[in-house]
């Protein structure tokens, strides 16, 4: 069945726009063609792919995404391979096996239901492996000398852009963490090319992750909360209080920036605990199904990502899903203030 409301070719002509108020300045007018146009045919190419699917019946945000990542990485690589010094004669096979890697890859992250983030990461893994992979063919076949293959797989546009973006989000910080404004970073399901899939939280990082101990905070006893928040430093115990008094924190916080704040947090939130072992986490997350049977638990959990109710569901049968012990602590201190 058709994806409904899926205009593929008019997403990948979007899409393809905008690129050409990306690529690079000092790129010749083929060199900026050969960028728009690989971006232009693979994502039409992928959309037609996921529109036709009769198998997988992927939704529109999956198939939106899927065409994204694939104009996206068709775009990085692209201008990769025009600065490598390769001849134009081989960027067209290079380019169809990567768009070729990133559509399987991406179909089939996407059809077991992995995480967004771990979906992102999983394609960036295979494309870069690709690209050394043919780049280091090309060397096996005589066809370019060591010198230009170390050039060639020295290349990054990906990285130059990421490192770009977290330049000017460091300048921004220290206002934003004073004023409890959230930053909102670029969506890459939302139809704009050229930005990293997996965007570094930057010099933002401090600010999601206070945003995202509010959100945590909100849903404990106070008490609680005024015992951690006595061991912040001031400045940041009343940024978190700001982002606390907000009554639409939840909708200004992406989820997948608050699953990596929650991941990425080792010192902010301070613990009692020093030792965090997965039995003593499964201890406390199974003392907590005295009080509450399996639907009201799930009552508890209907809010939260699939992930988190996975791990907690599977501690109850006694095994430890693998997530960072603090991450985990955190999810089984939440789980006990609800009771």
Sequence with gaps: ???????????????????????????????????????????????????????????????????????????????????????????DPIMQKIAF?????????????????????????????????CIAELKDKNLIDEGLMEQAASQSNIDAMMQQQAQAEQQAQQAQAQTGEIPQPQQSAGGQVGAPVQEPLGGDAKVFKLATLALLFKKMKQEKVQTILNKFNPDDANSVIKFMGMPDLGEKVDPAITMRCLEEIKTSLPSAHQDLTPSKIINKIQNVSQYFDKSQLEQVLRSERVKVKRFVFTALEGEYLEMPPKVANIIATHIEDSV
């Excluded at 050969?34 to 693979?42: E, P, Q, R």
């Excluded at 991406?106 to 295979?126: F, M, R, S, V």
């Design 1 to 91: 069945m058709a994806i409904q409301g899926f205009d593929y070719k008019g997403f990948a002509q979007n899409l393809a726009q905008q690129a050409l108020e990306l690529i690079p300045k000092d790129f010749n007018d083929n060199q900026k063609n050969y960028v728009a146009n690989t971006l232009l045919n693979f994502a039409t190419i992928a959309g037609q792919a996921l529109y036709d699917d009769t198998q997988l019946n992927f939704n529109l945000d999956q198939a939106v995404m899927i065409t994204q990542i694939i104009a996206e990485w068709s775009f990085h690589k692209s201008v990769d391979l025009i600065r490598s010094g390769i001849p134009q004669q081989y960027w």
């Design 101 to 133: 890697t990133i559509f399987e890859v991406a179909k089939n992250a996407y059809h077991q239901g992995l995480p967004q983030d771990q979906c992102l990461q999983l394609i960036e893994h295979h494309v870069k492996k690709t690209y050394l992979d």
